[in-house]
């Protein structure tokens, strides 16, 4: 090969890979007409993050405008071509706070920052192993598992972030219990369900308690082992899941409210019903629960509905219309703030294509749409 033929041929190399690169980068955003337009009320749409497969690089991000009853699949590379890795791996988390739209990217140990009716990107604030984000006065709070990702007896104790909303600048820190999960906030006390996985089978049992104000752990109350999801009702009473230990230990369902006297929070029921996850709406609170078992190697899949103020199960399943039977693998579940309409994500295989669901507050299918690999969590856009 003459020099003259050596350096075409690199070039077009060098153009072939460009063009590959391009090509890469700006994945078209896919478009489809659900036509479950609603323009009334405060609520413009809605962000369902698609958490991916581990190690394959796939969260993406879809959006429903009620506006135009257009569903937009994966739109943020569109958005943002200059993005190389996209939004990363493993979309743990989503939230919205003020103009912001912050999405939990776990093992790229990173939070996203777009603005939230754009979709462009702000910039990402670093995080290590992040899971879940709450915010609080003018700061967003990110619990950490600290440690990498990695099954480990001697994995350390995991942390909360706090972050600044406008320079997304990490302010302060504080150690909590094992593998922290959700969060939620009363009377200037954070709770922090602790889960303890990476330590199998010596799981944590404990909820945090951090005081906002010096931002200190100041106790930690044994609730059940393997917390996770942690929510807040209007009463201020906080529900708490364990996923048990996947053998003799079945998952559990925890309330925790204050007694007279006491500044803080103490477990005051167990509410006997496995729970995955689960969305509080008015009065009620609508869950699902897909249990695995190690001993059968299959899931156990349920739904319900409890409610708040009595903590009594009121129904054993809130989709009555029988098309529960097309879900395999319930994985998220969200409650419109202002209709009342109940979502629920199919994660089907973990591999492939979701299925996001839509049922109205009777329990009936409304809709449904293809979704990206694995969607799991939703945040709601007003106008």
């Known amino acids: 090969m003459t020099t003259k033929q050596f350096i075409l041929y690199f070039f077009t190399l060098l153009i072939g890979a460009t063009s590959c690169r391009e090509d890469e980068l700006v994945v078209p955003t896919e478009y489809e007409i659900l036509g479950d337009e609603r323009r009334d009320g405060d609520i413009r749409g809605f962000y369902l993050v698609n958490e991916g497969n581990m190690g394959?690089?796939?969260?993406?991000?879809?959006?429903?405008?009620?506006?135009?009853?257009?569903?937009?699949?994966?739109?943020?590379?569109?958005?943002?071509p200059n993005v190389i890795k996209e939004l990363g791996d493993v979309g743990n988390d989503i939230g919205i706070y003020g103009s912001k739209l912050y999405v939990v990217v776990n093992c790229s140990h990173k939070v996203e920052v777009l603005d939230?009716?754009?979709g462009i990107r702000l910039g990402q604030v670093d995080i290590p192993n992040c899971r879940y984000v709450r915010f609080h006065r003018g700061k967003a709070y990110v619990s950490s598992y600290?440690?990498?990702?990695?099954?480990?007896?001697?994995?350390?104790?995991?942390?909360?972030?706090e972050?600044?909303?406008l320079s997304l600048a990490v302010t302060?820190?504080?150690?909590?219990?094992?593998q922290p999960e959700e969060m939620e906030i009363v009377d200037d006390y954070m709770y922090v369900a602790n889960s303890g996985g990476y330590r199998a089978p010596e799981y944590d049992n404990t909820v945090s308690i951090i005081q906002m104000i010096d931002f200190k752990q100041v106790r930690q109350i044994p609730v059940g082992i393997n917390l996770h999801r942690l929510k807040k009702d209007k009463y201020n009473k906080l529900w708490v899941t364990s996923r048990g230990d996947y053998q003799m230990r079945p998952s559990r369902l925890y309330v925790m409210q204050k007694k007279p006297g006491f500044n803080q929070m103490e477990v005051t029921d167990t509410i006997p019903v496995?729970?995955?996850?689960?969305?509080?709406?008015?009065d009620k609170m609508y869950y699902y629960a897909t249990?695995?078992?190690?001993?059968?190697?299959?899931?156990?899949?349920?739904y319900g509905v409890i409610d708040v103020r009595t903590k009594e199960i009121i129904s054993e399943n809130f989709i009555?219309?029988?098309?529960?039977?097309?879900?395999?693998?319930?994985y998220g579940i969200a409650v419109h703030p202002e209709t009342g309409d109940i979502f629920v994500t199919d994660a089907k295989n973990y591999v492939s294509s979701g299925t996001l669901y839509c049922f109205s507050p009777e329990g009936r299918k409304k809709w449904s749409v293809r979704t990206g690999d694995i969607p799991a969590h939703i945040t709601f856009l007003k106008k």
């Open 274 to 282: 496995a729970c995955s996850d689960m969305a509080i709406h008015g």
């Open 146 to 161: 600290v440690g990498p990702v990695l099954i480990d007896p001697d994995a350390p104790k995991g942390a909360v972030y």
């Open 320 to 330: 009555t219309d029988g098309t529960e039977k097309e879900i395999s693998i319930p």
């Open 116 to 118: 939230a009716h754009s």
């Open 291 to 302: 249990e695995w078992n190690n001993y059968t190697a299959s899931n156990s899949i349920s």
């Open 56 to 80: 394959s690089n796939k969260c993406t991000l879809d959006y429903y405008d009620y506006y135009t009853g257009l569903y937009s699949r994966n739109f943020y590379a569109e958005k943002n």
């Open 163 to 165: 972050v600044d909303t």
């Open 172 to 178: 302060r820190k504080v150690s909590v219990g094992y």
